[in-house]
């Protein structure tokens, strides 16, 4: 599976945007999708992620303000991130990964695909 992320900017703090993964090649919905973080001189942080099932999990800086969806349709999945922060200034990448386990869904070494990064830069 390719991988595109797009929708990234700059944005004012409290602002919002829309991160965009759209797949092709194979439907995105049997993949685990993921999205990770990487501000500079940091390592990679895991941001949220939906599994097969539709079961989504978050990191706790971004729980009630980021939403992971999909749209099986359009073989895209989003990443709506409201309230933002200049602390979530950071390039943001997809993963996806078809055999992912539960234990595994927020380390971003378990993902065989990824995306090329999207920056987001929040301004206080």
């Known amino acids: 599976v390719q991988l595109q992320a797009s929708g990234g900017g700059l944005v004012q703090a409290g602002g919002s945007l829309r991160l965009s993964c759209a797949a092709s090649g194979r439907p995105i919905r049997t993949y685990a999708v993921a999205w990770f973080r990487q501000a500079p001189g940091n390592e990679r942080e895991f941001v949220a992620a939906i599994r097969r099932t539709g079961h989504t999990a978050y990191a706790d800086s971004v729980k009630g303000r980021f939403t992971i969806s999909r749209d099986n349709a359009l073989n895209t999945v989003y990443l709506q991130m409201n309230s933002l922060k200049p602390e979530d200034t950071a390039v943001y990448y997809c993963?996806?990964?078809?055999?992912?386990?539960?234990?595994?869904?927020?380390?971003?070494?378990?993902?065989?695909?990824y995306g090329q990064g999207t920056q987001v830069t929040v301004s206080s």
């Open positions: 993963a996806a990964d078809e055999g992912i386990i539960l234990s595994s869904l927020r380390r971003s070494s378990a993902y065989d695909y």
